[in-house]
């Protein structure tokens, strides 16, 4: 399992990305990949969510590795969220509301 398989083409994080509104293009290279991502997303912090969704698909898999705890999309949308909401303590002041917005709207 290579990590291109892990956070983008196996069937759970598929549907991890799907909650997100996002499809993931049918290509193993990454630059097309994020491109995709970076145009369906179409917001100036597209790439802390892409960092945040792969972080919880992650941390998701090594709970099932180290902990022996399932996997669920459930979980890992609150993941997401909980690591979002960090996201956006760190950021300006100013980027607050579109942040929240886009939050509370796509998840």
Request: net charge neutral; aromatic share 12%.
């Given at each position: 399992?290579?990590?291109l398989h892990?956070?983008f083409r ?21 630059l097309?990949v ?12 597209f ?8 972080w919880?698909i ?11 705890i399932s ?5 890992c949308?609150?993941?997401?969220k ?23 709207n796509?998840?």
């Amino acid at each position: 399992e290579d990590l291109l398989h892990l956070l983008f083409r196996c069937p759970f994080a598929q549907a991890c990305w799907s909650t997100l509104n996002v499809y993931l293009p049918n290509s193993d290279d990454i630059l097309v990949v994020l491109e995709s991502l970076k145009i369906q997303i179409n917001q100036s912090f597209f790439m802390e969510i892409i960092i945040t969704i792969c972080w919880a698909i992650w941390m998701l898999r090594n709970d099932i590795i180290f902990k022996n705890i399932s996997h669920s999309v459930q979980r890992c949308k609150s993941v997401f969220k909980k690591g979002f909401a960090l996201v956006i303590l760190r950021a300006k002041e100013a980027q607050h509301p579109s942040l929240d917005l886009w939050l509370d709207n796509f998840v």
